[in-house]
């Protein structure tokens, strides 16, 4: 089970970053995907899910109407399209995977990116 992120980097305020997160090794299209992030200082925190079959979004207040999550199940990857990126979005991402079956919960975490948000 591999989960890898990519995409990270630094970049402006106010600038675009669109972070990717590959998975092998497990049924992709049947796991919940979600991105977390990790400040300074910070507790790791949810920044965006995706359910499985659905599709269904949801986001942190602090990122609703800024960044977007998607997933193609074909290529089994899932997505995080940041805009209007501020020095509060600095942290490492990491990209979750977690399903549910026969009672017992499979739950797999990325090595991380680094997004920096910097003049």
């Known amino acids: 089970v591999e989960l890898v992120e990519s995409g990270g980097g630094l970049v402006q305020p106010g600038g675009s970053l669109r972070l990717s997160c590959a998975a092998s090794?497990?049924?992709?299209?049947?796991?919940?995907m979600k991105w977390y992030r990790q400040g300074p200082g910070k507790e790791r925190e949810l920044v965006a899910g995706i359910t499985s079959a659905a599709g269904i979004r949801n986001y942190a207040d602090s990122v609703k109407g800024r960044f977007t999550i998607s997933r193609d199940n074909a290529k089994k990857t899932v997505y995080l399209q940041m805009n209007s990126l501020n020095p509060e979005d600095t942290a490492v991402y990491y990209c979750?995977?977690?399903?549910?079956?026969?009672?017992?919960?499979?739950?797999?975490w990325g090595q991380g990116t680094q997004v920096t948000v910097s003049s």
């Open positions: 090794g497990f049924t992709f299209s049947s796991f919940a």
């Open positions: 979750n995977a977690r399903s549910t079956w026969t009672g017992r919960v499979y739950d797999y």
